[in-house]
């Protein structure tokens, strides 16, 4: 932030919770007020460190296929009507 901006806001009695918003040069600003400073910027991913190291996968057994067909099943054996 500019240094001209921050001290324009001294002057402005700001209320925690309270979002503001003006126009600028054609732009729509907001300024939202927080209680207390926010430890990371909400669009930043949060830097994890591993505390695990997982083994590359091994390979556990090999499937072959072949080429062939493979015959229908057999029709169903369906009851008559009338009994």
Same mark, same amino acid.
């Given at each position: 932030?500019?240094?001209? &901006?921050? #001290?324009?806001?001294?002057?402005? #009695?700001?209320? !925690?919770?309270?979002?503001?918003?003006?126009?600028?040069?054609? =732009?729509? !600003?907001? &300024? +939202?007020? &927080? %209680?207390? +400073?926010?430890?990371?910027? =909400?669009?930043?991913?949060?830097?994890? %460190?591993?505390?695990?190291?997982?083994?590359?996968?091994?390979?556990?057994? $090999?499937? $072959?296929?072949?080429?062939?067909?493979? #015959?229908?099943?057999?029709?169903?054996?369906?009851?008559?009507? #009338?009994?």
């Amino acid at each position: 932030m500019s240094v001209a &901006l921050h #001290d324009a806001l001294l002057n402005v #009695d700001l209320q !925690i919770g309270q979002t503001y918003g003006v126009e600028v040069n054609g =732009r729509w !600003i907001e &300024l +939202r007020v &927080l %209680a207390d +400073r926010p430890s990371a910027p =909400r669009n930043a991913a949060p830097m994890l %460190a591993p505390w695990v190291e997982f083994p590359p996968p091994t390979p556990q057994f $090999r499937l $072959r296929a072949k080429a062939g067909s493979l #015959d229908l099943p057999d029709p169903p054996d369906l009851p008559a009507h #009338d009994e």
